[in-house]
């Protein structure tokens, strides 16, 4: 062995030794760690299974003020398990309709959803998500503040021995304030066992035509309830609900008796509504204005808030980047809310509304609609405006007349789209220094000769 090999051997022995020193190190450390974890999950474990034995023996406490529903509530005290005190065989059901502990989500307000790994312990929070994959019951969240519970339930119970609705609902759930008004109730009919909707699209077997009938009886309800304040843009498979077993809600069970299926609940409702025309009779009914004039504030509002979130798309507006990456879509809501008030404010639409206090009610329906509809592929493509001329064919009955209508309509709004494409030609070959004439004009905007002979003298001027 040459003296260079020893060396080197001498020299990488300690390095070896060094080297196997600090893995046992790092073995070491990783194995604290995993023992704190450990000690951590079972210190944790142990006090929820505390907590729920204190809640079982003395009943729900909560101290001081907080604020739910937009409103400041007081010190909270209920005794039992609402599913037992309610007394009612839809407590059970609803119970049986949210997820096992591990996967069931819930939270005081309506943002990021958590798991506590205790069901009872989530049943008493304010909300609370059913089970996303199997659907077990229906929830319409609705605005409206009633003068008190009473009422509410009137109106249901009407709705129901008039045939609009299969029955009234198995639970209303909201905040009852002192004076007793009744704030925003969520609405739920439950599904009778056996009947939940599989909601797993891509996985073997699957079909859509059970959702495909739940979306149809959701917005059939919508349509039903508009009087009520019904929300059509919320989700309809979300499964995000105002718990009806919280002590944080007054709950009311309306009816315990009978629990239609789908298919039943489809034979009462009108089930041919879209989220957009529910929407376009929402703000009509829920601002008190006329199908005339919301339907066209509601087209204008539409246009410019397509506009606008094209816009941040387009030009890469960070706020609103990474608002979308994070899915953030209510902060998108809000402030797209503030960009339309801004545009009421700055057009003439505004100078023709009597109800001025109605508008952010209008303003708030079609941003919220926006958001959730908008996609940059779909801004891409032609899409068709549904509903924008309800306020043309309202009374009309006969097929005739009403394609009468859309027919006169759809020219306009070629027309419309004809006159703005030549407009903008002009400007181009303005700007560019070539001169307008007739032959420029129709290589320039892509519109036909006649077009352009048929506008010429309107837009020369």
């Not at 307000?109 to 609370?128: C, F, M, S, V």
């Not at 941040?312 to 960070?318: N, T």
């Not at 809000?334 to 960009?339: K, M």
Request: net charge positive; charged share 25%; aromatic share 8%.
């Amino acid at each position: 062995m040459t003296r260079f090999q020893e060396d080197a051997i001498r020299s990488g022995a300690p390095r070896e030794a060094k080297t196997k020193a600090a893995l046992e190190t790092d073995e070491r450390k990783n194995q604290t760690s995993k023992d704190q974890d450990a000690e951590f999950f079972i210190q944790r474990y142990k006090d929820q299974k505390a907590l729920v034995k204190e809640r079982l023996e003395i009943g729900y406490r909560r101290n001081g003020y907080k604020e739910l529903s937009g409103h400041q509530v007081g010190p909270v005290r209920e005794g039992g398990l609402r599913s037992e005190t309610l007394k009612s065989k839809a407590g059970q059901m609803f119970v049986a309709s949210v997820p096992r502990a591990q996967d069931l989500r819930s939270n005081w307000g309506k943002g990021t959803l958590e798991k506590l790994r205790q069901k009872l312990l989530a049943l008493d929070e304010p909300y609370i998500e059913g089970n996303r994959k199997f659907l077990g019951f229906i929830r319409i969240d609705t605005d409206r503040v009633w003068n008190s519970v009473e009422e509410c339930s009137s109106f249901y119970r009407l709705l129901a021995r008039d045939g609009k609705i299969a029955c009234e609902p198995h639970f209303l759930v909201g905040l009852k304030l002192r004076d007793g008004r009744f704030i925003r109730p969520h609405a739920i009919w439950l599904l009778p066992y056996g009947s939940a909707v599989w909601n797993e699209p891509g996985k073997d077997g699957w079909r859509r035509g059970p959702v495909d009938l739940f979306h149809s009886v959701y917005f059939g309800l919508c349509h039903a309830l508009l009087e009520a304040g019904a929300d059509a843009g919320a989700p309809a498979t979300s499964q995000q609900v105002k718990c009806p077993l919280s002590p944080e809600w007054h709950t009311l069970c309306p009816q315990d008796v009978s629990f239609p299926t789908l298919s039943e609940h489809a034979e009462y409702v009108e089930v041919n509504h879209t989220r957009e025309t529910l929407l376009r009779s929402a703000a009509s009914v829920q601002s008190g204005m006329g199908i005339v004039q919301s339907n066209e504030i509601f087209n204008a509002l539409q246009k410019w808030a397509y506009a606008v979130l094209a816009n941040w798309h387009f030009s890469g507006d960070a706020e609103f980047v990474a608002a979308h990456k994070d899915e953030r879509m209510g902060a998108i809501v809000d402030r797209l809310h503030v960009q339309l008030e801004h545009a009421v404010g700055s057009s003439e639409l505004k100078l023709k509304m009597k109800q001025r206090d109605k508008l952010p009610l209008l303003i708030a329906k079609v941003a919220e609609y926006a958001v959730a509809a908008w996609s940059p592929e779909k801004a891409q493509q032609s899409k068709k405006n549904r509903g924008a001329a309800m306020h043309m064919v309202e009374g009309l009955e006969s097929l005739k007349e009403r394609q009468s209508v859309g027919g006169r309509y759809a020219a306009h709004k070629n027309a419309e789209r004809a006159q703005n494409a030549i407009e903008n030609a002009m400007k181009r070959l303005s700007n560019s220094g070539i001169a307008i004439t007739k032959a420029n004009l129709a290589r320039e905007s892509g519109i036909s000769r006649p077009t352009i002979n048929k506008y010429w003298q309107t837009l020369a001027k």
